[in-house]
Every structure is written in C-alpha cells, then in structure tokens.
C-alpha cells in the first residue's frame, strides 16, 4: 500500500462546478495535511494546508480533513479553466521533515 | 514573501561535466530541501538540510553533493551525471524543527543530461 494514494485521472469538471479531490494515507501519526498545485512544467504551489479534523475554507478552496478515516479531501467551488493542473496531496509525520507525496490528480476544467 | 529562488532555470550538460545548481531564500527559514521531480511523477526528497546541517539523504548516489554554505543558501554540486538523471530539480524551504512545517518551493532548475 501506497503511503499517499491519490486517483491520478484525469477528472473532468464543467467550468462553474464543484471539482472535488481525494487523498487517502497510510500512517496513522501522520499531522500535516497539505495540497499543491502544479502547473505543467511549474513548481508547486502551496493551496491549503489543513492539520485540525474538519474544514478548512480560503476563498473556492476548501480542505477537508477526516483522522479517523485518514482521509483528507480539496473542495474547487466556481471552478476555471485557470483552475487547470496536477493537484497534490502531501503528507509529513510529527517530527519528520520528510514531506510525502501522493501521485497527483490532473485536473481539467472545461469551458 | 514566500519566495525561494533558484540558479539557472534552465542546464544541459554532458555526462563529464561538473555543474552546480544554486538555491536562495530570505524568509529566516532554517530547514532546505533538495527534490527531483521526473515528469508526471510527484517529487522524489534526496535531501534535507536543518539548521545547516545535513539531516537527510535519501540514499542519493554520491554524483549529486549537497552544500548549505550558510542558513539562506543551497548548492547541489552535479558531477559525472547519467542521461537518466535529466528531471526538474527542486528547491524548497520551510520554517525549520516545527510540527505543522509548510514547505515552499522554488521554480526549479530544468537538467539535460547529455
């Protein structure tokens, strides 16, 4: 088992709607939960980071996090075309600096 | 200002050549990170720095040296390197030694290896 696992798509969204993205991890002690976006041939760019159970909303983004279930999830509300690239989940460990990443989501918004 | 530059943007080299790669942050931040990225693959950490002292290597083989010359600066000292190792390289910076450590990436730097 993977330890960040991600559906790799690619999803589909109609411009305008609720682009909803999933991330599961393995190891329980997990404590920071972050999303990137990564534009072709781009860097990452931090999104949200979410470290609490529950929601977290910045604008259209939304990041759910559910322990428990060791699930954590990115709402896009209002999708855009701009809004187009490969998300990532990551995931670090209280007292690591190791950063783990999930295989990314790709993403297309459709006009 | 979470900015984390990177030098050059863009390197081909051939498999004899010794080049360096040169990362730059002025946010205080105290841990850096190395990552190599092939293309429609998540980064891959090959190192870590905190408090500019080497504290992770991901078994990274000996033709890539790291190098904190102090608290703001990254080298990644490329020598006799292999086609195979031609992938974006990425630099990135996070507060140092916290829990909830965000960490912030750089461009990146674009190897050819020839």
């Known amino acids: 088992q993977k330890e960040v696992e991600q559906n790799s798509g690619p999803l589909s969204v109609p411009e305008g709607a609720i682009a909803s993205l999933n991330c599961t991890y393995s190891?329980?002690?997990?404590?920071?939960f972050f999303w990137y976006r990564q534009y072709s041939g781009k860097s990452p760019e931090l999104i949200m980071s979410?470290?609490?159970?529950g929601d977290k909303e910045d604008g259209r983004f939304t990041a759910q996090l559910n322990k428990a279930s060791q699930y954590v999830s990115l709402l896009i509300r209002d999708s855009q075309p701009s809004d187009s690239a490969t998300y990532l989940c990551?995931?670090?460990?209280?007292?690591?600096?190791?950063?783990?990443f999930g295989q990314g989501t790709r993403l297309t918004i459709n006009p | 200002d979470t900015e984390v530059t990177q030098t050059p943007k863009h390197l081909v080299m051939g498999m004899t050549n010794k080049k360096s790669l040169k990362c730059e942050q002025h946010?205080?931040?105290?841990?850096m990170y190395w990552y190599k990225q092939k293309a429609k693959k998540p980064p891959e950490l090959m190192f870590v720095?905190?408090?500019?002292?080497?504290?992770i290597n991901e078994s990274v083989p000996s033709r890539f040296s790291p190098e904190c010359p102090n608290s703001s600066l990254l080298n990644l000292h490329l020598h006799a390197l292999q086609p195979e190792d031609s992938a974006l390289y990425l630099c990135?910076?996070?507060?140092?030694?916290?829990?909830?450590?965000?960490?912030?990436f750089g461009p990146g730097t674009r190897l050819l290896v020839l």
């Open positions: 990135a910076s996070s507060r140092g030694g916290g829990i909830q450590e965000t960490q912030y």
């Open positions: 190891d329980r002690v997990s404590q920071s």
């Open positions: 979410i470290y609490s159970n």
């Open positions: 990551a995931v670090n460990r209280q007292g690591a600096q190791k950063l783990v």
């Open positions: 946010m205080g931040h105290r841990a």
């Open positions: 720095y905190s408090y500019e002292k080497l504290s």
